[in-house]
Every structure is written in structure tokens, then in C-alpha cells.
């Protein structure tokens, strides 16, 4: 059998200012059901290319995933969209080339066209209100009482696009502390969320400090004990059973541990920052 998705990303790096002649070609004969486009291709597709790429599912497309595509606009999408009524998966985080106004377009043209598009991805879309995410919440429910919310969960991973596991209808909500439109997370601690008294640690990635590991809350006095070798906020908890560098005592994030530089077999380092400030003063030293 034929597949049915195509991976716009997967497709080699064409020459420059052919971005998808090869893969226009080796979709020419696939039933497109779904399509994603991610990097490296995203920065260079076009209103015309997602076009032309789109058309090859003659009208059945389902789920069409624009990572990052800053090329593409309100008109193009809304073209793509007008021609295949049946998507119900539309993810375009970080398409900065799309309006806040231009979705709550595409949305309800989607529902004009009695579609049943059941999850949409809009972090990174500038500029979206309260306004829009209502507009687009009451389209999307279409006079349904709304359905259990998943929590969202920090952890990074969230900001790589090609986030598919959540299941919520719509990725983004008004942060309760700043009212802006962004990701707002969850606490992951049970306490944290069962506690009326600190409903406080529900909020958007610049309102509440999260731990990179386990995706709780931190507050200030424990962020001041809990430093990193790495720019990254960690919890206590987590932090304390990682080793430290040999020099300033602060450990690595499991994302940055490749810059331990190692000191002894037995695991001993010291971080870059330690290194650099070393180098620093010696050159400081040497020129006085
Ligand atoms: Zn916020
Ligand atoms: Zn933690
Ligand atoms: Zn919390
Ligand atoms: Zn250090
Ligand atoms: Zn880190």
C-alpha cells in the first residue's frame, strides 16, 4: 500500500531555488491524507509551492502540519484550506507569515465548509488576543460544551514543534498572570494542583520559572539555591542527586551535559563557564 503522509522535511535538500521540484515528483503519485512540512524546507515554501503541493491530494487532505513557515500567508492558507474542506489537524506554530485575524478566517471557512477540524497548533502565531482565541474556541465547538481539557505539561520538548502527543483541541490559552495568548502550562506536581492556595504555578514559560526536568514549579528562594553550570532552571529535587562541577559546585541540565569538560575517569569536571573564567584571568595575569 501506498502511504499516505508525506514529510516535506524528509525530502532531500533540493537545489536552492527548487525547493520541491524532487518532491513534487515523488509525491505525484501518492493519495496525500497528510502532510508536514518542517525544516529545512519550511523557511523556503511559498504560498504557490504549498499550493501546488497541496493539490496533490485533490481535495482529501486531513492533516496538514506547517512547522515554522514563514513564507506562508492568510491568503495562501485560506486558498489551501477552501480546497480541501475536510482537514481536521491544522498545525502552524511559529508561521509568522499568518495574522491572528487570518486564522479566525481560515477556521471559520473550515467551518462554513462543514469540516470538522478537531485540533489546531497556534504558538508563535503574533499578535493573538483573548479575542481570537474565542473566536476560534467557539467555531471549533460548535456550541458543545467544552470537553474535559488535557493539562499541558512543561517540559521541552513542548517547544519542538512537531509536539503530537498532546491531545488538547487547541495548544495555546490566556496565561492567567500576564493574559497573554502563549503555551500555559500545568504544574506537574499534584500537590501543586490540588492546593487551592497556590494556583499561582499556572501560567505562560516567561511567568512561571519551570523545572526543566520535571516540569514543576519553582519559586525564587529555591531558584537562588539551585543554580546550573547551564542557563536552565531546575527544582531541587532534580537538581540535587546531579554532579556538580568540581570548581563552582553547580551541575549540567541532561541537555547540556555535553559540555562537562572531564577532569578525572571517575566522573569529576568542571563546567565551561569555570574554564573560560580560568582563561580569562590568566590572560588578564599575562598582559599585566
Ligand atoms: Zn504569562
Ligand atoms: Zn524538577
Ligand atoms: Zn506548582
Ligand atoms: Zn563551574
Ligand atoms: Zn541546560
Redesign the pocket.
Known amino acids: 500500500m501506498l502511504p499516505a503522509t508525506a514529510t516535506a522535511s524528509a525530502a532531500p535538500a533540493a537545489a536552492a531555488g527548487e525547493p520541491h521540484a524532487a518532491l513534487l515528483l515523488s509525491l505525484a503519485y501518492l493519495p496525500l491524507r497528510e502532510l508536514v512540512v518542517g525544516p529545512p524546507l519550511a523557511h523556503r515554501i511559498t504560498d504557490d509551492a504549498l499550493l501546488e503541493l497541496t493539490g496533490r491530494a485533490e481535495g482529501t487532505l486531513r492533516s496538514l502540519r506547517l512547522l515554522g513557515c514563514p513564507r506562508v500567508s492568510d491568503a495562501g492558507l485560506l486558498r489551501v484550506v477552501q480546497s480541501n474542506p475536510a482537514i481536521t489537524e491544522l498545525y502552524m506554530p511559529s508561521c509568522t507569515g499568518l495574522t491572528a485575524d487570518g486564522v479566525v478566517k481560515i477556521v471559520q471557512v473550515l467551518y462554513e465548509c462543514k469540516g470538522h477540524l478537531n485540533r489546531i497548533r497556534l504558538h508563535g502565531i503574533c499578535r493573538m488576543t483573548q479575542h481570537h482565541l474565542d473566536a476560534i474556541n467557539s467555531v471549533m465547538s460548535n456550541g458543545n460544551p467544552q470537553q474535559d481539557e488535557q493539562s499541558l505539561f512543561y517540559s521541552h520538548r513542548v517547544h519542538e514543534v512537531l509536539n503530537t502527543k498532546n491531545e488538547r483541541r487547541i495548544d495555546v490559552d490566556v496565561c492567567p498572570m500576564c493574559t497573554d495568548v502563549r503555551l500555559v502550562f500545568d504544574c506537574t506536581r499534584d500537590g501543586c494542583r490540588k492546593n487551592s492556595s497556590r494556583p499561582q504555578c499556572r501560567g505562560c514559560f516567561f511567568c512561571v520559572a519551570r523545572?526543566e526536568?520535571?516540569g514543576?514549579c519553582i519559586d525564587l528562594e529555591e531558584l537562588s539555591e539551585t543554580e546550573l553550570a547551564c542557563s536552565d532552571f531546575?527544582?531541587m529535587?532534580?537538581w540535587l542527586p546531579l554532579p556538580k562541577c568540581s570548581t563552582c559546585n553547580r551541575p549540567y541540565c541532561k541537555k547540556h551535559e555535553n559540555l562537562k569538560i572531564p577532569l578525572s575517569p571517575s566522573g569529576q569536571f568542571t563546567c565551561h563557564r569555570c574554564i573560560e573564567f580560568c582563561s580569562s584571568r590568566e590572560s588578564l595575569e599575562e598582559s599585566s
Open positions: 523545572c526536568t520535571c514543576g531546575l527544582c529535587e532534580c
